[in-house]
């Protein structure tokens, strides 16, 4: 069986919930549900945009953390509170994956866990040496 590698971010939610904002077996790395709060504080608190911007920065922490890159990237799940607003998600998205292209949805949900939160995303890698 493969090793087991939790990867925590220090978020005091870790331990309360009982989740690792990463975790590898193997060359696959998920990456929990991730928002776009630091500590206490919120980013991008009415920009879609923003927020996914910073959300996409701390997932690719997390996966060198976990020895992944964000070209090892295979899958992500983007979840909106407001779909309309889809391209300024979309446009965050492709700053990261233009030319990795994972398999990806976005779908709307009726919130998030604090009324701010305008999208969350998670992410699978698959460590590969053989990066595009």
Sequence with gaps: MEKRINIASGSVWEDRVGYSRAVRVGKQVEVSGTTSVEGDTLIGKNDLYEQTMFILQKIERSLHQAGASIKDVV???????????????????????RDIKPATSMVEVSKLIHPDLLIEIEATAIISNNHI
């Design 75 to 97: 899958r992500t799940r983007m979840y909106v509170t407001d779909i309309s607003q889809w391209e300024e998600a979309g446009k965050a998205h492709a700053e990261f994956f």
